[in-house]
């Protein structure tokens, strides 16, 4: 086992404006990575630039990160760090901005074409990055993880390297309040998702599971005032850090592989893939690797499968309908995933095939 998390975690109300030291350890010249509003509306912006200028370090911003961020935005924001000077990336955003933050800050001090970054091998390594998480979902800040959607291969690649996890992570669950029900949705159940399938997986050890019982726990006793729109965000948000953890050391399996598709050819939100995909996939679980099951139920408080599943269903905002030809395509396609092999059992692409059948009209 092994367990490689070099991630300093601060979290509580104002951590921001309580930890502001940690603005000053990485030169003077930050680019700002977020999303078109977020960063605004959650007041996550402000508290940062205010502390920036307080320090006198000089910032700009790159605020051209799309949801699913594609590898041509990350070379630009590269460019866009090389151009400035920057010293510091900070991503203040939900997964998109935070993972795009990874490319761009190995973008930004190696000369590479876009696709070269999956090489891995880099002359420099990138530069150092704070994270400002806004959702409860990807736990991209203490990940090493960039998923990124690569148009030439119509699918998203996922960009890793041990030098791509966050120097200081910064969870305010008070840059949540703004979050859209459906985000919130989507989010609590990517969080949830990595928590399952990094238990339901081969690269699962005892230490992995520790953070990934503990994250489906929390997100178990938090699920009601989700759905009663009393959210407990401090929770969500530490428990979206803990499968992060999980996954750090595991990755995910298939309902992340196969929800690409969903994402990729459907426009369905990354977490709302793994949602709408993950019923399919606990029922193939109860077949095949039960006593495994047994874990994920246990940290959920359920006795069998179903309570789970009707949890996950009430998270999924609006379904996603598939055509049989879709069917046939897209777990054609997902059955050539990287992470196939990390499936307890002998996968095949029909059981993939009944998975996205739960998605038929
Ligand atoms: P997201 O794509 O970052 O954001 C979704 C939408 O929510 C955006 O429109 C964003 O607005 C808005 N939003 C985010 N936070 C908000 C807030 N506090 N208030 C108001 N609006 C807010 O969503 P995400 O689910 O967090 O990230 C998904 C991405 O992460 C996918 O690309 C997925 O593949 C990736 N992912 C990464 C990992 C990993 O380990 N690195 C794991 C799972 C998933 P703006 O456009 O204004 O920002
Ligand atoms: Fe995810």
């Known amino acids: 086992m092994e367990l490689y998390i070099p991630t300093r975690l601060i979290s509580g109300e104002n951590c921001i404006k309580n930890n502001s030291a940690y603005f000053s350890m990485f030169g003077e010249k930050a680019l700002i990575v977020t999303g078109k509003r977020s960063a605004e509306i959650s007041g996550a912006l402000a508290d940062v630039t205010d502390v920036l200028d307080a320090q ?3 910032w700009t911003m790159f605020n051209h990160v799309e949801n699913n961020p594609t590898i041509e935005t990350c070379y ?17 955003g939900g997964g998109s901005p935070m993972d795009a933050a990874k490319a761009i800050a190995t973008y930004a001090v190696n000369e590479l074409k876009p696709m ?14 704070i994270s400002i998480p806004l959702t409860a979902g990807t736990g991209s800040e203490i990940t090493p993880y960039s998923v990124l959607t690569v148009h030439s291969l119509e699918n998203k690649k996922t960009f890793t390297h041990p030098d791509n996890f966050s120097k200081v992570a910064f969870l305010d669950p008070n840059y949540l309040k703004s979050l859209p029900k459906s985000v919130l949705y989507d989010t609590v159940a990517d969080a949830l998702s990595h928590g399952i399938e990094s238990i339901l997986c081969k690269r699962d050890s005892m230490m992995s ?27 969500l948000l530490f428990a979206s850090s803990l499968a992060g ?6 990755g995910t399996v298939i309902v992340h592989s196969m929800g690409y598709m969903l994402t990729y050819y459907k426009g369905t939100p990354h977490g709302r893939a793994n949602a709408l995909l993950l019923p399919g996939f606990l029922k193939l679980c109860q077949k095949h690797c039960p006593e495994k099951l047994q874990i994920v139920l246990r940290a959920f408080g359920a006795k069998d499968v179903e309570p789970l599943i009707d949890g996950i269903k009430s998270l999924v905002f609006e379904k996603t309908i598939l055509s049989l030809d879709e069917v046939s395509a897209f777990s054609h396609k997902a059955f050539q995933a990287k992470n196939v092999s990390q499936t307890l059992w002998d996968l095949t692409e029909q059981e993939e095939a009944l998975v996205f059948s739960d998605l038929l009209d």
Do not use: C, R, W
């Not at 019982?213 to 929770?235: H, M, Q, T």
């Open 76 to 92: 630009a924001g590269g460019q866009a760090a090389k151009d400035f000077g920057a010293s510091l990336i900070i991503a203040i």
């Open 245 to 250: 953890m999980a996954i750090s050391q595991t």
């Open 209 to 235: 599971q520790v953070y990934a019982e503990a994250s489906i726990k929390l997100i178990s006793e938090a699920l009601e005032g989700v759905l009663s729109g009393n959210p407990d965000l401090e929770k």
């Open 116 to 129: 070269e970054i999956y090489h891995g091998n880099f002359k420099n390594k990138p530069l150092p990055i």
């Open 56 to 58: 006198g370090i000089n």
